[in-house]
């Protein structure tokens, strides 16, 4: 992204601004999608809380390291707990973020037939908002 990374980190930091780019907290994008933040708002301890026509969920941030990353866990709808995180690196204004997760799918036939696709959509949806967030951050 061209841009310094002190420019993307609030995006990434402040939970309310997620809409503005990921794909997954756009009301736009995902059926009956409601938010709920906590009073914490940005940094470790925000947390928010969502439902949509899938079911419902949580995020919270655990860390935060000021234009440097952010690690999160999610929790979905009968889904184990997810580790997650952000990286962001800058070289002479411009920024890598690189954006990871990792979790066990539910046991079962169902997931373990799946699981390849369920990759695949998390690994689309992924694109798809950094490219979003590249967009926004490199507006004046």
């Known amino acids: ?11 990434v930091n402040r939970l309310s601004d997620w809409p503005k780019w990921s794909r997954q907290f756009n009301p736009d994008e995902i059926e009956g999608l409601t938010i709920q933040y906590n009073a914490v708002g940005e940094g470790k301890g925000a947390a928010q809380t969502w439902t949509d026509i899938r079911g419902e969920g949580k995020l919270w941030i655990v860390e935060s390291k000021p234009s440097s990353s952010i690690e999160f866990d999610s929790k979905f709808t009968n889904f184990p707990v997810m580790k997650n995180y952000f990286q962001l690196t800058e070289n002479d204004g411009v920024t890598t973020v690189e954006w990871r997760s990792k979790g ?7 997931y373990g037939y799946f699981g390849g696709l369920f990759t695949t959509h998390m690994r689309d949806q992924y694109e798809k908002s950094l490219l979003r967030l590249k967009e926004i951050s490199e507006q004046d």
């Open 1 to 11: 992204i061209e841009a310094p990374a002190q420019k993307i980190f609030p995006l």
């Open 104 to 110: 066990v799918l539910p046991g079962g036939p169902f």
